[in-house]
């Protein structure tokens, strides 16, 4: 890397503390997304061509979200769906998945995660019937697998941006409760 490549790089850090905010509710530990968005911003500072007539900042700021993104596609990948709790886990010596989930801690968390839910559809279902429809649909509340926001538009016969705009509009309203 020339020294001008880590030049840009000292002094855009805080983008990356900018970046990796937007991904804080993600369940992902803070270090690491900001890891991520390091990586990104290292591979900006390669990659930049000023000659395209965009700014450092604005180009830096795509590569870090993508090197965010790349780390969640990733992450998928390496999920594994269990089949039974007895199957063993991956990289350990006969500890299996019921000997972790009986754990008193986790099941509180369980038992408390799945309350959460409980009040979240308990809001979801004090939705107008169309906004109701449009939750249910994003994310298969109603039995179905869950849609892209292009899908729902086409079943209700409406844009994708006003498909959008309902679930952006709806969410403030389920995190304080006043629909």
């Known amino acids: 890397m020339t020294q001008h490549q880590q030049a840009l790089c000292t002094d855009n850090m805080r983008l990356v503390s900018h970046c990796a905010m937007k991904f ?14 390091n990586l990104g911003l290292a ?3 390669v990659t930049f061509a000023p000659e395209r007539n965009i ?3 604005t180009y830096a700021g795509r590569c870090i979200d993508n090197e965010i993104y790349m780390h969640f596609r990733q992450g998928r990948k390496h999920c594994k769906v269990t089949e039974s709790l007895d199957d063993e886990i991956s990289g350990t010596e006969g500890l299996r998945y019921h000997d972790v989930l009986t754990d008193d ?13 409980l009040d979240v559809i308990a809001k979801i279902q004090a939705l107008p019937v169309r ?22 538009a086409k079943r209700l016969g409406c844009s ?9 509009e709806d969410l403030p309203k389920l995190r304080k409760g006043v629909i």
Not at 24 to 37: A, H, I, K, N, T
Not at 106 to 115: D, K, T, Y
């Open 131 to 152: 906004n109701r429809n449009v939750w249910e649909m994003h994310y298969g509340l109603n039995g179905e697998p869950p849609l892209k926001q292009y899908q729902i």
């Open 55 to 57: 700014r450092f900042s």
């Open 160 to 168: 994708r941006s006003l498909v959008s705009r309902m679930l952006k």
């Open 43 to 45: 591979k900006a500072a």
């Open 24 to 37: 804080r509710e993600s369940g992902v530990s803070w270090d690491e997304l900001c890891s991520c968005g």
């Open 105 to 117: 801690t986790n099941m509180a968390s369980i038992v408390e995660n799945n309350l959460l839910a």
